[in-house]
């Protein structure tokens, strides 16, 4: 069954701090995706990736980097935590086809920085 | 592990017609979100349900946490309601999980 897996499941940063997001997926997509979700609203798309070794920025990309080391692997980094990035971050990913829009979420990851 | 099954995956209407979208969950789910994808890839929140129906202009949602299950129908559709729209339910035990339906493609034609 295809799958899309975050790790950790949730995490407390602390301020200035470094927080890396893990996401796998073994659904041999070409499209990872990573959202943040902040209470009660929509999910915001911060950085994509369509293909291993290379990220895109999405609508929300400030305090965020990515990283796409493999097919399966997509990461999200926050170098320097802040505040205002408390939120639920989610992972997806979707076939290679502009057509094809179905996306496949993780089940979340809720950061909260201190 | 819960699971949300949202159909149909593809949908086309004519300009001025409507119909539903629909997501079938596999436990009690304590509340649902759909959400509407927009040209930049972010999910647009439309409705947030723990129970019964609301409406937003042409679309209007409903959820049954017993019967498990929750609709989206869009009635009048337009062109620009052509987009990809999906559903996510909280279920009920504590914490940030999220389980998302698939996605439904929907096209209005003139």
């Known amino acids: 069954e295809a799958a899309v897996t975050q790790s950790p499941r949730s995490k407390v940063a602390v301020t200035g701090g470094k927080v890396t997001l893990s996401c796998h997926q073994t659904?041999?997509?070409?499209?990872m995706y990573w959202y943040r979700q902040d209470t009660g609203h929509g999910l915001r798309l911060i950085h994509y990736s369509y293909v291993a070794d290379s990220t895109e920025k999405g609508d929300i990309p400030d305090g965020y980097k990515a990283s796409r080391p493999s097919q399966e692997n997509f990461s999200l980094i926050l170098e320097l935590a802040s505040l205002s990035q408390t939120a639920v971050y989610f992972c997806?990913?979707?076939?290679?086809?502009?057509?094809?829009?179905?996306?496949?979420f993780g089940h979340g990851t809720k950061l909260s920085v201190l | 592990g819960d699971q949300v099954e949202q159909s149909p995956s593809a949908l086309s209407l004519h300009e001025g017609t409507g119909s539903a979208l629909r997501c079938n969950f596999t436990t009690t789910m304590r509340a649902v979100q759909w959400f509407r994808k927009n040209s930049r890839g972010s999910l647009i929140n439309l409705f947030y349900?723990?129970?019964g129906t609301k409406e937003n202009g042409r679309l209007k949602s409903a959820f049954d946490s017993k019967e498990r299950y929750s609709t989206l129908h869009i009635r009048d559709a337009q062109l620009e309601d052509s987009g990809t729209y999906f559903c996510?339910?909280?279920?009920?035990?504590?914490?940030?999980?999220?389980?998302f339906g698939g996605g439904t493609r929907l096209t209005v034609r003139p």
């Open positions: 349900l723990a129970s």
């Open positions: 997806a990913s979707s076939d290679l086809g502009v057509s094809n829009e179905r996306l496949f």
């Open positions: 996510a339910a909280r279920n009920n035990n504590a914490g940030a999980k999220l389980t």
């Open positions: 659904n041999n997509h070409d499209y």
